[in-house]
């Protein structure tokens, strides 16, 4: 019989909060982690972008060396951030004996895109000698689990994911099939991501994705709504620290959930369009049930990827219905990302912890800003406020650029 997997330790940083527990009573609030733009000046960018979710108040000397922090991008500072609270919200300590049986799968979609960013106008304006000899490691994709493994002393297996938003999703999947086959005894896995910068608001304006309300901004994103117009982008990042199920209560652990199963696909579509059906989806979250060994009735909850775009939200609706039958329209749906906007590759290790509270609490999260059904989109998608519930099964969507879909299902631990 395979043994469980459990998580045992959790921690974010995002627009939301700087820990969990902040971060949770938010979400559960229905607040909205949107403001304008002030880690840049876009009105001098000329974007006709000026809002995003950015992370309030952090302070990287309270969680690193001083002198270290700024050697790190932005992304980096958020992932041991995160990290630090995840590990010691665990308990797991780092010893010798056990550094190389552990695993860092800490993922990026992006990486160092304003360490990047500030490079390029350096070597543009001033030449390529006042470029910083430590560029390589801000920027890298990896860097933050590089970075985390040596905060920590962790000397098991050590990388990124890369699968554009489904990063985080598919780091902390591909952290369970390690486990399961006895690769590593513990994982600290999850993802950051910080692409607010000119050039990543920019980019994603161009292809149409993002939200320009930039006076109305107290009712954006509006997953699922009618007049939905478009994401907001999101920073932060999210670790949880994973286990085999003996060897976290041999340690004594307090064990929070069961991280049951894990699905991947490829859409084979189109590089950013979802497939129209939702196919791929369908299909992840027929294979994370399988691999959770359950069955779609168990589901009490999804955490859906509901960016806020016209065709993510109609293709992942028509996912859930193609995947779920008629049961598609009893089980509660939303989308965390109307409050913390989209995090693009960091969003899927979020949502994971926001499942496991959902499931520990008995809550579940609103879709906030839901004003006008779409008839393309008519589950039950938590409008507004938050619903008392007690469930047993959750499972979180994390869909990206290139046809990539991403599913874990958590399971209650008893």
């Not at 229905?30 to 733009?37: C, T």
């Not at 699905?263 to 369908?282: C, I, L, R, S």
């Not at 299909?283 to 859906?304: H, T």
């Not at 990302?337 to 979020?350: D, E, R």
Request: charge should be negative; hydrophobic fraction near 40%.
């Amino acid at each position: 019989m395979q043994e469980r997997i459990v998580i045992t330790g959790m921690g974010t940083v995002n627009p939301l909060g700087l820990n969990v527990k902040e971060s949770w009573e938010n979400v559960i609030g229905g607040r909205s982690g949107v403001g304008p733009i002030t880690i840049f000046d876009s009105h001098a960018a000329n974007l006709q972008v000026h809002i995003a979710a950015e992370v309030k108040n952090f302070k990287p000397e309270e969680y690193m060396d001083a002198r270290e922090a700024r050697r790190r991008d932005r992304f980096e500072q958020f992932a041991v951030a995160s990290a630090k609270e995840a590990i010691s919200n665990s308990g797991l300590e780092v010893t010798e004996a056990n550094s190389g049986r552990i695993g860092v799968i800490i993922s990026s979609a992006i990486g160092g895109l304003h360490s990047l960013q500030e490079a390029t106008l350096i070597n543009y304006k001033e030449g390529p000698r006042k470029v910083s000899p430590f560029l390589i490691p801000m920027l890298m994709a990896n860097g933050g689990a590089g970075m985390t493994a040596i905060e920590f002393g962790i000397k098991g297996p050590c990388f990124s994911v890369a699968s554009a938003c489904a990063s985080g999703a598919d780091g902390i999947g591909t952290a369970l099939m390690m486990l399961r086959t006895g690769m590593i005894d513990a994982a600290v896995t999850g993802a950051a991501e910080t692409t607010i910068t000119s050039t990543g608001v920019a980019a994603f304006d161009r292809v149409g994705a993002m939200s320009r309300r930039n006076d109305g901004y107290s009712m954006t994103p509006q997953p699922f709504d009618k007049n939905r117009d478009g994401l907001v982008m999101g920073e932060g990042g999210a670790v949880i620290v994973l286990e085999r199920e003996s060897d976290a209560k041999a340690r004594g652990a307090n064990i929070l959930a069961e991280l049951a199963g894990y699905g991947a696909t490829a859409d084979a579509f189109h590089v950013t369009a979802p497939h129209e059906h939702g196919a791929g989806g369908a299909a992840a979250m027929k294979m994370a049930l399988a691999s959770a060994k359950a069955n779609v009735d168990e589901v009490g909850y999804i955490n859906a990827h509901g960016t806020g775009t016209s065709l993510n939200d109609q293709a992942e609706t028509r996912a859930v219905k193609a995947a779920f039958g008629d049961l598609a329209y009893k089980v509660p749906i939303s989308s965390t990302k109307s409050m913390t906007g989209h995090m693009m590759g960091a969003t899927g290790a979020l949502e994971i912890i926001f499942c496991v509270q959902a499931i520990r609490e008995g809550i579940l999260p609103p879709t906030i800003h839901y004003e006008t059904p779409d008839p393309e989109c008519d589950l039950d998608y938590i409008p507004n406020k938050a619903r008392e519930a007690k469930i047993s099964l959750a499972i979180s969507n994390a869909f990206g650029f290139g046809g990539h879909n991403a599913v874990l299902a958590v399971r209650k631990y008893s």
